[in-house]
């Protein structure tokens, strides 16, 4: 009995320690997926949604959470093909944001909207995402809503 109670005892500490799961990959190579992905969207003449981010960001989880089964869900799915970015302590991928006009220090979560063929078709510039656990479901949804607008 002593060693079942110490064993769930230390299982639960672990788990503690470990902390939630990874919602961005922290090794992979930002530019390729970018890449693979809007090869993947140009068949479909989907946009592609890059969002920034990182693991440690609450606002980032709640948007991650959201695209997964909030509202915003089935019209993500529906109008975006979705590469992660992980920019890390806004030490990493800080070169790619630039690229697209994200100034990741107006906050994370930021996304920008490829066309198909890459061109840069919008760009969270001012922070509009970065209060998503105040935005709520719907508030993310609206401002979704009017990116798709914006994106054909």
């Known amino acids: 009995m002593r060693s079942l109670l110490a064993s769930l005892l230390l299982g639960t500490s672990l788990l503690a320690h470990a902390g939630p799961p990874a919602i961005y990959d922290e090794a992979a190579d930002a530019k390729a997926a970018i890449r693979a992905s809007l090869a993947e969207a140009a068949p479909a003449k989907l946009p592609v949604l890059v969002v920034f981010g990182a693991n440690w960001c609450g606002d980032c989880r709640m948007l991650d959470a959201t695209f997964k089964t909030g509202p915003s869900a089935p019209l993500i799915a529906k109008h975006f ?14 070169d790619i944001a630039e690229a697209y006009r994200v100034p990741l220090k107006k906050g994370i979560p930021a996304v920008a909207v490829l066309s198909p063929e890459g061109k840069l078709l919008y760009a969270t510039e001012g922070g509009e995402l970065a209060d998503a656990r105040k935005m709520g479901d719907q508030g993310v949804y609206d401002f979704f809503t009017r990116i798709v607008a914006t994106a054909k």
């Open 81 to 94: 093909k979705v590469v992660k970015v992980d920019v890390g302590r806004f030490d990493r991928n800080v």
